[in-house]
């Protein structure tokens, strides 16, 4: 059974940073893209960042210089760094893995987190 466990969300104020974690069980995972999604309230869940196995990564231009991807393939762990928040950074936060290698535009997960709670105060 495939679990993705998300971690590390919480109250920030603005500028402010924080290290989302999501750990991967059941599933090979250095083999699947993966990839960090959003959904604030009244609003279309969003990906925000995804990290192919190899490493490569694309951004959301809302999150470009910002937020960083990475992963842990030999701790099945994958990270997004969030830094200078913004309230409108508000949502919540999933991890998600995708079936394939690499991330293309429109593919949909695989798996998903449960999601974890991120709120940016001003």
């Known amino acids: 059974q495939v679990q993705l466990v998300e971690s590390g969300g919480g109250l920030v104020q603005a500028g402010g940073s924080l290290r989302l974690s999501c750990a991967a069980s059941?599933?090979?995972?250095?083999?699947?893209?993966m990839g960090w999604y959003r959904q604030a309230p009244g609003k279309q869940r969003e990906l925000v960042a995804s990290?192919?196995?190899?490493?490569?990564?694309k951004y959301a231009d809302s999150v470009k210089g910002r937020f960083t991807i990475s992963r842990d393939n030999a701790k099945k762990m994958g990270y997004l760094q969030m830094n200078s928040l913004k309230t409108e950074d508000t949502a919540v936060y999933y991890c998600?893995?995708?079936?394939?290698?690499?991330?293309?535009?429109?593919?949909?997960?695989?798996?998903w987190g449960q999601g974890t709670q991120v709120t940016v105060s001003s």
């Open positions: 998600a893995a995708f079936r394939g290698f690499v991330y293309t535009d429109g593919d949909t997960p695989a798996h």
């Open positions: 059941g599933i090979i995972f250095s083999v699947n893209a």
């Open positions: 990290i192919s196995a190899g490493g490569s990564t």
